[in-house]
């Protein structure tokens, strides 16, 4: 009776959890002749699809892969030559060993290929295909037909293994997770992330693009450099702010409770995955340092 239970309650919690899955879409937004970006659960996927071959960038969480294979399918049937990742983060890089096939390169910075070591070493059922096979330090350059594809390294921004992707005929920009549009943004500092980094990419970006150019943020609907400016200054703001209550001798609690630092932002920036007082705690963290 007892094992019947327990088999009974398996049942019921495998079904949740089925019903559960159910309920992620993979969206589809057609941002040019040949990019796509695709949001499920985890971080916005970009695909450049061109008359040979495809191109993925980040790809969410292995058990959506089913999922997200049959959307790419409903956009192109042509192999996957590239996937790169934007950052280590294990909703960027979960479907790594479900769509790293033999005839697919996988690419990122350095840093995201020695932290997949680590997670690899913890769980070897994972399998090598979660690691690159090309890996850089600073930028790297593909070229595509007639379209050159750049990746390039920016530092300690939201982790330190940031890459931005930038298609230069089409372009778009892949920014991962040195941009949250809409929402304020995560600085992982046990992973190398900080404020003034986070800054910096931003920066990077802005001088990278122009006025046409379509964002592809890692979280957040598709954006462009008017937003992405309005953005750094909001970031800025917030910066000096929490620097000035430093200054002032304010703690961490202080921080945390004064809404007054970011009220001005809450409301078009604050309801996200990152909260008013989650985001003063990593900027004064970050800041403090
Ligand atoms: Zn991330």
Do not use: W
């Not at 390039?152 to 892949?174: C, E, G, P, Q, R």
């Amino acid at each position: 009776m007892k094992h019947l239970n327990l088999l009974i309650l398996l049942f019921l919690i495998h079904s949740f959890c089925r019903s559960q899955e159910k309920e992620v879409i993979i969206k589809v937004d057609t941002l040019t002749s040949e990019v796509y970006m695709l949001t499920g659960q985890g971080g916005n996927i970009g695909l450049y699809v061109n008359a040979t071959n495809s191109f993925m960038i980040d790809d969410q969480f292995a058990r959506l892969s089913p999922k997200i294979k049959l959307a790419i399918s409903s956009i192109t049937d042509k192999p996957l030559k590239y996937l790169i990742n934007t950052h280590m983060h294990g909703d960027h890089t979960g479907g790594n060993a479900e769509f790293n096939s033999e005839s697919t390169i996988l690419i990122a910075q350095n840093n995201v290929r020695t932290s997949l070591e680590k997670k690899l070493e913890e769980k070897p059922e994972l399998g090598k295909d979660i690691l690159p096979e090309i890996t850089f330090s600073e930028e790297l350059q593909l070229f595509e037909n007639d379209e050159t594809i750049m990746a390039f390294h920016v530092h300690n921004a939201h982790t330190d293994s940031d890459a931005m992707i930038y298609f230069m005929k089409n372009n778009v920009l892949h920014m991962g997770d040195t941009y949250f549009s809409e929402r304020y943004p995560y600085m992982d500092l046990k992973n190398g992330g900080s404020v003034e980094g986070y800054i910096s990419a931003i920066e990077k970006a802005i001088m990278v693009i122009d006025d046409n150019t379509i964002i592809i943020p890692g979280h957040g609907r598709p954006s462009n450099k008017q937003k992405l400016i309005d953005y750094l200054d909001m970031l800025e703001t917030i910066k000096e702010n929490i620097l000035k209550a430093i200054a002032s001798g304010d703690t961490l609690e202080q921080v945390e409770k004064n809404s007054s630092i970011s009220s001005k932002y809450d409301d078009d920036f604050g309801t996200g995955f990152i909260s008013p007082e989650r985001m003063r705690i990593i900027f004064y963290t970050s800041l403090k340092k």
